[in-house]
Each structure stands twice: as structure tokens, then as C-alpha cells.
């Protein structure tokens, strides 16, 4: 079970950006001495940063610029903190498919570096590593068919399930391959050094505070767009379909994960919405033209590389080890995101023009 958490931080690497910030204001709700490592890369995450600074009545938060990769300042920060949650990373699989150097640097070094900074410990910090569905691939060997609005696995056991982690792993993109990586190198920890590691492979995670854009966070960069008439474009027919995943519904898993991270060590999780939370990008378009009141202007575009038709968390692993279930539907989910947006206003957060997304930027 959970260690004594009396002493030492809970240190969030990227814990400015969307569930980074989520994260944090759960921890410091629940009394946690929290420590935020970002570099402030994502655009969004200075203003997540201001809005966690906000909350510092809540308990105690120290917000550290810097690098991941950075051995000299990642070293100290992790010798001081008794749960680490690794989030910070390079998250877009376009930009990884520009600068694939980069993307690995960040994702697999950055990785490592926070690894090998917890080894040096005689009492290591228990870590939960944010990994990727990326890592089982495009999984188009599974028959698909397309109906009016989305599409459906063949196979109806599997629909009704979803994908497991017993999916063999088939990294895609530079991405993929990155965050594939990390995630076996994160795996490797608990079973060569003994170190409390686990890893969440998750799906589509979306709510408050996401600055989206055309690379990643489509639900969010959906919603923005809408708000402001701009065109939504979409590569493919939008008939692919994810579980989404509410990120209070995450965070919940995660804070779990942590007090449970001695039992769970070295094991990874599906985690998402599950089969009961799926919808295509289309779906998705309906129901924000039933909350917003008018219809998004939609455009199409060729279906990009690699982007998977159909993707469905199996999160039955988890559920069994916690007790955990996602809790919101995705309506409700993306009327609470609707509200948020609605009270901080999201001017100025992406560039002029029509906007272009798929599924595949997580
Ligand atoms: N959002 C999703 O749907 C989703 C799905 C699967 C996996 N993930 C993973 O979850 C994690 C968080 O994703 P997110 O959606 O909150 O993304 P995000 O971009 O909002 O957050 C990542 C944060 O890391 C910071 N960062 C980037 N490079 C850094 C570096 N070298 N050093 C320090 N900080 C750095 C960024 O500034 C940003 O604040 C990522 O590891 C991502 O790969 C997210």
C-alpha cells in the first residue's frame, strides 16, 4: 500500500499544462506539497501556471522553470519528492514527424533522465509515467465498417471491451516510438532496480484548461473553434472513433495509481473513457452543435498517416486493481469544457485561418 507521505513533495513534470494543472489543483485540494517542473514550451501553460498560482491558499506549490533533460536542475528536485508524476513532453506527432531528434530528446532522454535521477535514491519515489494508445499502432488489422456517423469494430467481443494492454506493442510515428520507449524504459525500472514505476497508456483525454490546437488536443481545438465560427477541418471522413476520458476522471486514476503504486509496479494500464464513452469526430461535431445552438462549418481533407480508425480503451485492468470507472459521460464532459471556456474566454490562442486536426494528436 501507499508509503508514509509525510515527508517530501509530489514533483509534476509538466504540471502547467493541461493535466499537468489538473493534477496539481487535486493534489494541493487533498494537502499534498506540490512541486511543478515545466518549461513553459506549450503554449497555454503560462496562463495554466497563473491560474495554479492562484490557487495557492489551497496548500503549498512551487513552480520551477526548467527542463526535463536538465540533470543538474531534475537531480535535486527528485531527491526531495516521495511521489513523482511524469508528465512533461513533447506531445504532438506532427511536430515529432518534423523534428523526430527533438521529440526523442525530450520523450525518451527526458525520460530517462528523471529515471536515472530517482536509481541514485536509497529510498526511491514511487513514478507514474503518461504514456500513449500510440504505442499499439495503427491497428488496422481489425475489420472495420463505416456506418452514417462513425465506425464500428467487426468484432463484437472486442467492441464491447475495447483494446487491453495484451495488444502486442507496434510503435507508429516518432511519436509512438518515443513514448514507446519511455514507456518500456519506465517498465524496465520496476523490474531491473526495483523502483515503484507504472505507466498509463492513455486515450483521449480532454476538459478545462487544454489549450488545444491543430496538433493536439482536438476536442478542445474543436470547442475554440466553434466559439468563433472558425472552420473545423477534418482529415479523413471523421467517422474515427476514441474513448474520451473527462480529465477529473484521470486525475482521480492517477492519485489512486500513486497510493496503490507499490502494488502496482511495473505493470502498465489502459487507461480512457472505455467502451461506454466513444464517439467519431463527427459525434463529437453533433453534440457541440446541440450545446453551442448552430452548426460548426466543417472541411474536409485525406485522412492523415497512421492515425488510428478505431481506438478503444479496454480499462478493465485498472478498474479491477482501484475500484476506478470514469465517472463523466462525454455530454457532460464537453458542457463542463463549454462552461470553462465560457468563463476565461479563449481569444488570441490560435493563429487566424482555417483550422486544421485529426484524431491523432495526443
Ligand atoms: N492529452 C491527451 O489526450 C494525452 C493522451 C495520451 C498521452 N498524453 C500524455 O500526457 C502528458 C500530458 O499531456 P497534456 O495533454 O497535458 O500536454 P501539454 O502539452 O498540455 O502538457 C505538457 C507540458 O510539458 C511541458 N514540457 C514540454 N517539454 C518539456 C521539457 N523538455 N521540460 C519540461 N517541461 C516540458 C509543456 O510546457 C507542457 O506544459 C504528456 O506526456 C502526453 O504525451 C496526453
Request: with cysteine.
Amino acid at each position: 500500500m501507499g508509503r508514509n507521505l509525510a515527508n517530501g513533495y509530489a514533483l509534476v513534470t509538466g504540471g502547467a499544462g493541461f493535466i499537468g494543472c489538473n493534477l496539481v489543483e487535486r493534489l494541493l485540494g487533498i494537502g499534498r506539497e506540490v512541486v511543478v517542473l515545466d518549461n513553459f514550451s506549450r503554449k497555454g501553460s503560462e496562463r495554466n501556471a497563473e491560474w495554479l498560482a492562484s490557487l495557492k491558499s489551497l496548500g503549498s506549490l512551487r513552480i520551477v522553470c526548467g527542463d526535463v533533460r536538465d540533470t543538474g536542475l531534475v537531480e535535486p528536485l527528485i531527491s526531495g519528492a516521495n511521489q513523482i508524476f511524469h508528465l512533461a513532453a513533447q506531445v504532438a506527432v506532427t511536430s515529432s514527424l518534423e523534428t523526430p531528434t527533438v521529440d526523442f530528446d525530450v520523450n525518451a532522454r527526458g525520460t530517462l533522465t528523471v529515471l536515472e535521477a530517482i536509481r541514485r535514491l536509497s529510498s526511491p519515489p514511487s513514478l507514474l509515467f503518461t504514456s500513449t494508445n500510440k504505442v499499439y499502432g495503427a491497428l488496422s488489422s481489425f475489420a472495420v465498417r463505416a456506418t452514417d456517423m462513425r465506425c464500428e469494430l467487426e468484432d463484437a467481443e472486442l467492441r464491447e471491451r475495447g483494446f487491453g494492454e495484451n495488444q502486442p506493442l507496434d510503435f507508429h510515428s516518432p511519436y509512438g516510438c518515443s513514448k514507446g520507449a519511455a514507456d518500456q524504459y519506465v517498465l524496465d525500472y520496476a523490474r531491473s532496480f526495483a523502483i515503484p514505476t507504472l505507466v498509463f497508456r492513455m486515450s483521449c483525454i480532454y476538459g478545462p484548461h487544454q489549450w488545444g490546437n491543430e496538433d493536439q488536443g482536438w476536442v478542445a481545438h474543436f470547442l475554440m473553434s466553434a466559439r468563433k465560427g472558425a472552420p473545423i477541418t477534418i482529415y479523413g471522413d471523421g467517422r474515427q472513433v476514441r474513448d474520451l476520458l473527462f480529465v477529473g476522471d484521470l486525475v482521480d486514476a492517477m492519485v489512486l495509481a500513486q497510493s496503490s503504486a507499490h502494488d502496482l509496479a511495473g505493470r502498465a494500464f489502459n487507461i480512457g473513457g472505455g467502451p461506454r464513452n466513444t464517439a467519431s469526430l463527427l459525434q463529437v461535431i453533433a453534440q457541440l452543435e446541440k450545446l453551442l445552438g448552430w452548426a460548426p462549418e466543417v472541411r474536409f481533407q485525406g485522412a492523415r498517416i497512421g492515425d488510428q480508425r478505431y481506438y478503444v480503451s479496454d480499462v478493465s485492468r485498472f478498474s479491477q486493481a482501484t475500484g476506478w470507472r470514469p465517472g463523466v459521460s462525454v455530454g457532460e464532459g464537453l458542457r463542463r469544457m463549454i462552461a470553462w471556456l465560457d468563463s476565461v474566454g479563449c481569444e488570441g490562442m490560435r493563429r487566424p485561418g482555417p483550422v486544421a486536426l485529426g484524431a491523432e494528436g495526443r
